[in-house]
């Protein structure tokens, strides 16, 4: 027998970069631990008491989320774990920094809230080692296609059940749960409804894309192939129209879409997705009163509240031109300003751009943009066509969410009412979004693996066993 390996496959792979992921997460906790200085020398003119453990705290949950990651997903992308630490730690440090505005921090708003959000910070940092320990092989998700969109369908509508489902600031996206508080259910149907959408792809994508006609530059698919868009296009309406989450049907509808032009490679679909969003978003609004208060907001930011006074969207504005280039300085704003909640979670970029500047926004959105480009890179990268869908699902629905939440605090969009993940208040998204990264990395390291080496002879490869 011939002894010459006949697969083009290489068994060298890359590099695992571990070390230089320790190396950027001492960074990722360091600058966040010097921005936690900072806003106490500008309030008090002295370093905060909290700041030994705060720093001692990120730095612990960062290192042993490096040793899983080293452990168990040695060649996993080195830059993931890095940038999600430095987002969290910095949203700690600014929701910290607005608990010491005694207008925002009221017993009737919820008291100071970075306490909170570092102990769901840490329920996150769980969920992520429990995904990296128990999900060896990313493709076992493709099994359960189905029970992943009964259980997302489940998810979203728990918030309609009464006594289970509350009403916060005119949405029903909330559920009260004794003796763990209140959580927002979509947050994690986003990533399980991904899963879905991955798996129902992989056996639909061929006619999706093959079984189709022309007409005027477009592909047309058949009639029964466009059923499930506008099934899933119709259950994001009911859920705006039921639960009045405007965040949630876009980011549904729209990471349906990019999923389906990933797995077909047709324009069409985007064509055909934004007809139906911006059809579906002006039907909703011409008779939903919260909707219609937003976009009204958005249309006319300087125009008079219902109060009388200055709405929030005018005095974002008023932030960001605060702010200029540079910024006020960390702990030197007027967020208290930005009434409720709204400070800590919709419009925590506003602090941004009133405390950083310019250029501290823009470095802020560089970060998500990085996290953004490692997730679609992996999805390059994997082998498999499941791992492909499953990573750039899981980066478009982070990459939708950062559009949604920028765009409405910047006045690109209306606000929506989602969070900035890992950067703004909620329990639910921090945990949710360390579920995700852990998602990714697992397909990264799949797919930056190196191959087995071949074996020594035709009759040895006969008796290889192949793991699926």
């Known amino acids: 027998m011939s002894s010459t390996s006949n697969t083009t496959v290489s068994t060298g792979g890359l590099p695992s970069r571990r070390n230089t992921e320790l190396a950027m997460l001492v960074f990722a906790v360091l600058l966040p631990v010097l921005a936690y200085a900072n806003v106490g ?57 607005l608990d010491q505005e005694p207008t925002i921090t009221t017993d009737s708003l919820g008291g100071p809230m970075a306490p909170n959000q570092l102990l769901w910070s840490t329920v996150g940092v769980a969920l992520f080692i429990l995904v990296l320990l128990f999900l060896k092989d990313h493709r076992i998700l493709q099994r359960y296609t189905y029970i992943s969109m009964v259980v997302a369908l489940v998810l979203l509508v728990m918030p309609l059940v009464p006594g289970l489902g509350k009403n916060v600031n005119g949405a029903r996206i909330w559920v009260s749960l004794p003796g763990v508080g209140s959580l927002q259910p979509a947050e994690f149907a986003k990533i399980i409804i991904v899963v879905f959408f991955s ?19 477009l592909y047309l698919p058949r009639g029964r192939d466009l059923g499930p868009i506008l099934v899933v296009w119709a259950i994001s309406l009911m859920i705006l129209v039921l639960e009045t989450d405007l965040g949630t049907s876009l980011l549904f509808f729209g990471v349906f879409v990019i999923m389906l032009y990933i797995a077909t490679e047709r324009t069409s679909w985007i064509v055909f997705g934004l007809l139906l969003s911006v059809g579906g978003a002006v039907f909703v609004a011409s008779f939903n009163s919260h909707v219609k208060t937003r976009v009204d907001q958005w249309l006319d930011p300087l125009a008079l509240a219902s109060n009388g006074g200055v709405t929030e969207s005018a005095q974002v504005m ?33 602090t941004v751009g009133e405390e950083l500047g310019l250029a501290g926004m823009m470095a802020i959105i560089l970060l998500y943009a990085l996290l953004i480009e490692r997730g679609f890179r992996t999805a390059l990268a994997a082998r498999d066509p499941f ?12 990459a939708l969410q950062i559009f949604v939440v920028a765009g409405g605090v910047t006045g690109v969009i209306p606000l929506t009412g989602m969070t900035m993940p890992f950067l703004a208040q909620g329990g639910s998204s921090v945990i949710a979004n360390w579920a995700l990264i852990a998602l990714l990395l697992r397909i990264s390291d799949t797919a930056r693996k190196p191959a087995p080496a071949p074996a020594p002879s035709l009759d040895a490869e006969e008796t290889q066993v192949v793991r699926a």
């Open 387 to 398: 791992g492909k869908l499953l990573a750039g699902g899981l980066t478009a629905v982070f």
């Open 41 to 97: 020398l500008a309030k008090d003119e002295s370093l905060p008491a909290g700041m030994a453990g705060y720093g001692l705290g990120l730095g612990l949950l960062a290192g042993v989320m490096h040793l899983v990651v080293r452990r168990w997903a040695p060649y996993a992308d080195p830059l993931l774990l890095p940038v999600a630490v430095l987002l969290n730690g910095m949203g700690l440090v600014l929701i910290w920094r």
């Open 318 to 350: 008023y932030s960001f031109g605060s702010g200029g280039l540079f910024g006020s300085g960390l702990g030197q704003g007027f967020s208290r300003l930005i009434g409720g909640i709204g400070a800590k979670s919709d419009y925590i970029l506003a």
């Open 199 to 217: 798996g129902y792809l992989m056996v639909k994508r061929d006619a999706l894309a093959l079984a189709s006609r022309r007409f005027m530059g």
